[in-house]
Nanobody
Framework: QVQLVESGGGLVQAGGSLRVSCAAS????????VGWFRRPPGKEREFVAA????????DYADSVRGRFTISGDNAKNTVYLQMNTLEPEDTAIYYC???????????????????WGQGTQVTVSS
């Protein structure tokens, strides 16, 4: 079992930055894909970004590419999502996800991730 603990959400003005973090409780992310999905108000979950821990390969949604960066810290077993140039459309609950994988590229479907954090709210005001 993998327990994911998120932190770092909050309220920010458009154009600002936030960093959300996700720590694995009791284990490392080795052999896992780890990423972020979000659920905007009234909408379905959508992929944001993910990284395969062993290969370091990353993928991003087109809507955040160039603005968001996903990274990992092996020593802290923590993955980060640095969000820059935030837009009101980025307002959502952000969920950390994880899945054991032998692939070198991260899955993009929420159904491929069995482990989910509790979510952290990110609100971008205009």
């Amino acid at each position: 079992q993998v327990q994911l603990v998120e932190s770092g959400g909050g309220l920010v003005q458009a154009g600002g930055s936030l960093r959300v973090s996700c720590a694995a409780s009791g284990r490392t992310f080795s052999n896992y894909a780890v990423g972020w999905f979000r659920r905007p108000p009234g909408k379905e979950r959508e992929f944001v970004a993910a990284i395969v821990w062993n290969s370091g390969n990353k993928d991003y949604a087109d809507s955040v590419r160039g603005r968001f960066t996903i990274s990992g810290d092996n020593a802290k077993n923590t993955v980060y999502l640095q969000m820059n140039t935030l837009e009101p459309e980025d307002t959502a609950i952000y969920y950390c996800v994880a899945a054991r994988t032998g692939l070198t590229v991260p899955p993009l479907s929420p159904y491929d991730y069995p482990y989910w954090g509790q979510g952290t709210q990110v609100t971008v005001s205009s």
